[in-house]
């Protein structure tokens, strides 16, 4: 399966297009974007994925980034996703969405601390919040949702196209005891329980 949208296709497209014609040039150019355009079609892949357990799951595959309590108490876990990650991004907590709100920005790459100013779309229930951040390369951010949806844990939210992170806000009952995930651990977007 594919992320939801037209964007695998607009993206492919160009170079399939401008690849197959080069190959039939006898170009070598022609392999480069025949190559392109499948890479494009790998990397918007979107697997079954089923929750492992009860708790919390992760919104996002990759590396766990950051573990970091609020000023107000509450609990953030993001989560860095490198190229070779699937980008659609998980709801890690059954809930209604309230607010689905895009705030431009910056490119800079997700795993650093200039990331507090990238282009990113927040997505709020009354219990959670996940915001996914654009990174240096990611342009896009596509959510599946719109306030008012009633969501399942591990249902579909939304992708981010060409890397970056996703960061979740636990609902207030959680806090950093309740967190068994580990800076630096791979995880895996609905599956991978992140808080208990």
């Known amino acids: 399966m594919l992320a939801r949208g037209p964007w695998t296709w607009k993206y492919a497209l160009p170079p399939a297009v401008v690849g197959v014609a080069?190959?039939?040039?006898?170009s070598p150019w022609g392999v480069v974007g025949v190559?392109?355009?499948?890479?494009?079609v790998w990397f918007h892949r979107d697997p079954d994925r089923s929750p492992n357990g009860a708790g919390v799951v992760v919104p996002a595959d990759g590396t766990?980034?950051?573990?970091?309590?609020?000023?107000?108490?509450?609990?953030?876990?993001?989560?860095?996703?490198n190229v070779h990650n699937v980008h659609v991004n998980r709801v890690p907590v059954a809930g209604r969405v309230e607010s689905v709100v895009h705030e431009p920005g910056g490119h800079r790459p997700?795993?650093?601390?200039?990331?507090?100013h990238n282009e990113r779309v927040r997505i709020e229930t009354a219990e959670w919040?996940?915001?996914?951040?654009?990174?240096?390369f990611a342009r896009r951010i596509h959510p599946y949702v719109e306030a008012g949806e009633d969501l399942a844990r591990g249902d579909r939210l939304g992708h981010i196209s060409f890397?970056?992170?996703?960061?979740?806000?636990?609902p207030p009952a959680y806090d950093r005891g309740d967190?068994?995930?580990e800076s630096g651990q791979t995880v895996r977007a609905g599956e991978t329980v992140l808080a208990r």
């Not at 190559?35 to 494009?40: D, G, Q």
């Open 64 to 81: 766990v980034s950051v573990i970091r309590t609020r000023d107000d108490g509450r609990v953030r876990v993001g989560v860095f996703m």
């Open 179 to 181: 967190v068994v995930v």
């Open 163 to 170: 890397g970056s992170r996703a960061d979740v806000v636990l």
């Open 35 to 40: 190559a392109l355009a499948a890479f494009v």
């Open 110 to 116: 997700a795993f650093s601390k200039e990331s507090a």
């Open 129 to 136: 919040t996940v915001v996914l951040i654009a990174g240096a």
């Open 22 to 26: 080069a190959l039939a040039a006898s």
